[in-house]
């Protein structure tokens, strides 16, 4: 989307045929299924399965994974801008579908066996499965080493024991990628990651979470008691749980940017037009300096929020490290997100502050995304460590 540059020049912003394909097709979808239940959706505090099912039937949720394991191989360019569509349009749609392919696909795809990619991914890629990622506890939140949920090995199995928070996709999910503590005494080194299925024995739901935002999306506890899990489950090996869950993050902290900037595009898109609409003093509202200035700015931070996204998805697409352009893309689009949603409000007036109309939706969709997958405070925190390694 706005992003066009030179044609023939090797550094151009234009969209390739497929990262444009995927932008109108899941405009289009989002426009035509998911934009029109948003409001009801977060009215009710449902969790749309509906949505995941045209989602699956568009191939989408193995977007950017091999076709040999049922993916569509595309690039995370394409999986940025899909995620930034479905925002557009539904955040609780956005976050169901990123929280599925970044912090639960992507992890098997990184660090499992062939043997596990053909188990455990084939089936999250053709959506027979939908994936979530437990990491939060509620001890232990920004702190991710301090998890206390154990993982005791007896024989082949990991016999799983404590309590996991604000689970996306939570009750919904059949896989959870599961970080579990082996060894106490070896803090973050001891942690392991783990495929857990929905039907293990042992594992049950806490209470459903009553959000701000998101309100379709299903956020929950998770509970282990005495839960067996195969030893074969485990991704990697003993010890590697800690860095399972950083790579992940860095991955869904992209997601998180584009749901982001999605956000702020959506209700940018809304306030205009009802700027356009609505008049006073004899003027639409849009023909106001003040107001004209503003939609200048917000769309002047979304386009950069959302170059900074497809920045960091080209440098993971290139194979390096991205931890740094996850972590500012996330921080700076989140930011935008909740500063152009406020001012949208404002736009609206006091129908900004009614539920007729989807401004404040959008306001309160945006301000979990200054908290999920890292709040601002520890993507500042991973941007310092990087630019000061070694120093
Ligand atoms: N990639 C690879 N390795 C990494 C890494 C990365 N991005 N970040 C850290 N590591 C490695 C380090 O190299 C180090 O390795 P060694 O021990 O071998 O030296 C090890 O991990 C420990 O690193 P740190 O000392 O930097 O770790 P720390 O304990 O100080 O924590 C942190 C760092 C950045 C604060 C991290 O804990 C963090 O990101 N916290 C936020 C967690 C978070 O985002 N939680 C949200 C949960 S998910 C969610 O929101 C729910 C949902 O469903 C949406």
């Not at 234009?14 to 932008?23: C, M």
């Not at 991914?121 to 994936?131: A, E, H, R, S, Y």
């Not at 200035?293 to 390096?320: N, P």
Request: hydrophobic share 40%; aromatic share 8%; charged share 20%.
């Amino acid at each position: 989307m706005l992003i066009t540059g030179q044609k023939d020049s090797p550094f151009s912003f234009k969209l390739s045929q497929e990262q444009s394909l995927i932008e109108s097709t899941v405009r289009e979808i989002s426009e035509k299924e998911f934009a029109p239940k948003a409001a009801q959706i977060d009215r009710e505090h449902r969790f749309p399965r509906e949505n995941w099912d045209i989602l699956v039937q568009l191939g989408l949720v193995g977007l950017p994974f091999p076709e040999e394991y049922g993916g569509a191989g595309l690039d995370h360019i394409c999986y940025a801008i899909a995620v930034e569509e479905l925002a557009i349009a539904c955040a609780t749609t956005a976050v169901m579908y990123s929280a599925h392919v970044s912090l639960c696909a992507t992890p098997i795809h990184l660090f499992g066996s062939k043997e596990q990619k053909e188990r455990l991914l084939k089936p999250l890629c053709t959506g027979q499965k939908m994936g979530a990622f437990a990491l939060s506890e509620p001890g232990s939140g920004s702190d991710s080493a301090a998890a206390t949920c154990t993982a005791t090995l007896k024989g082949n199995e990991f016999i799983l024991n404590g309590v996991k928070n604000w689970i996306t996709n939570g009750a919904q999910a059949d896989y959870y990628l599961v970080i579990a503590q082996s060894n106490p005494i070896l803090k973050h080194k001891g942690l392991i990651a783990i495929i857990v299925e929905k039907d293990s024995p042992g594992f049950s739901f806490g209470k459903l979470e009553d959000k701000l935002g998101i309100k379709g999306s299903s956020t929950c506890q998770i509970i282990f008691e005495n839960t067996p899990v195969p030893k074969e489950n485990m991704l990697g090996n003993i010890g590697d749980g800690f860095k399972v869950a950083m790579v992940t993050l860095d991955g869904g902290r992209i997601g998180i940017g584009a749901q982001a900037v999605g956000i702020a595009q959506g209700a940018w898109n809304h306030a205009l037009s009802y700027a356009r609409q609505r008049e006073a003093f004899g003027h639409r509202v849009c023909d106001f300096e003040a107001i004209r200035l503003m939609f200048a700015d917000m769309q002047t931070e979304i386009d950069a929020a959302r170059l900074l996204t497809y920045h960091a998805s080209l440098v993971q697409d290139k194979g390096l490290q991205f931890t740094k352009e996850a972590a500012t893309a996330k921080l700076y689009a989140s930011e935008v997100a909740m500063r152009s949603t406020v001012k949208c409000v404002q736009i609206f007036g006091g129908y900004g502050y009614v539920t007729d109309y989807p401004a404040e939706r959008y306001m309160r969709d945006a301000k979990i995304t200054e908290i999920y997958e890292g709040t601002s405070e520890i993507q500042r925190l991973v941007i310092a460590n990087q630019l000061l390694k070694g120093n």
